[in-house]
């Protein structure tokens, strides 16, 4: 068995950065840590969080009252959608305990309290038994993993025959890239806790080898408007974040946050990296 990853980084990103997540990011509609969706029916931020989920949700094709696994689920947002959109059960976890108690109280106060639980555990070697979800869901969650197949192995092991794995994922043009392009990329991923991206076909050849049907379809013209805000709240806010850097009111982890809201647009206009949708059907 591989070694179990260092998941402290990742706790430390989270709880550090919840503020700047909570108040210029998220939405009372949705507490969805992710890029926006947006096409002709979007109408603001909120509606794009929101949209994603619609989105995703429709390229899984998922039925009322499915037993759904949040994979990567922060402070439940998607969760609470799912639950609230199709009367689904849903799981969602996170090795982030101070998100499982951030959604479990949003749960509570969305009113799916009864139909959504969180726990906090590694979406790579659950605690699950085998054939437990008719639904492994993870948006923007599967970049943090260090050994991204294992997270194709898990999936296929917790999915029913029939089930769906429906992902919204970072991934990397090529590998490896030019030096600068490299080095611009990882400004990017060492800010948020990610340890590396994948391609696009390491991603269809880790699902392919565990199931069929897999589908990738490409939605960075629909994300690139979300993400372009995050670059410009960045780039506006860039002169105070050194202030505040200096002076030390802010952490080297809560900096390096910034600097990602920064350079992941910057490394989108590169050509480095793109946004894309992966399902696939359990065997």
Not at 134 to 152: G, P, T
Not at 180 to 207: F, K, M, Q
Not at 209 to 218: G, H, K, M, S, Y
Request: with cysteine; proline share 3%; glycine share 8%.
């Amino acid at each position: 068995m591989a070694t179990a990853q260092d998941l402290r980084p990742i706790r430390e990103y989270y709880e550090q950065t919840w503020h700047d997540y909570r108040f210029l990011w998220l939405s009372p509609s949705n507490y969805a840590i992710h890029f926006g969706y947006w096409d002709q029916v979007t109408r603001s931020h909120a509606d794009a969080l929101n949209r994603l989920n619609a989105v995703l949700a429709s390229c899984i094709g998922i039925h009322p009252g499915a037993h759904i696994l949040d994979a990567g689920c922060g402070v439940g947002g998607s969760s609470i959608w799912l639950a609230k959109r199709f009367g689904a059960t849903v799981t969602g976890i996170t090795p982030v305990g101070s998100q499982v108690r951030r959604a479990r109280r949003i749960a509570a106060e969305q009113g799916v309290a009864d139909r959504v639980r969180f726990a906090e555990e590694d979406y790579t070697r659950t605690t699950f038994a085998d054939a437990s979800f008719d639904v492994v869901w993870a948006v923007e969650s599967v970049c943090h993993a260090a050994d991204k197949a294992a997270f194709y192995r898990e999936a296929q092991r917790l999915l029913r025959p029939g089930g769906r794995l429906g992902i919204v994922e970072y991934m990397r043009t090529s590998c490896p890239l030019p030096d600068d392009g490299e080095a611009l990329l990882h400004n990017w991923l060492s800010g948020w806790a990610i340890p590396d991206l994948a391609t696009a076909e390491e991603h269809r050849a880790w699902a392919q080898a565990r199931f069929t049907e897999v589908q990738l379809i490409d939605i960075t013209l629909n994300v690139r408007r979300s993400l372009a805000r995050l670059h410009r709240m960045a780039v506006a806010a860039w002169p105070g974040e050194l202030i505040l850097r200096t002076l030390g009111l802010r952490s080297d982890t809560q900096h390096g946050n910034w600097r990602g809201a920064r350079d992941q647009f910057r490394a989108l206009a590169r050509g480095l990296w793109f946004d894309a949708v992966l399902t696939a059907t359990a065997i």
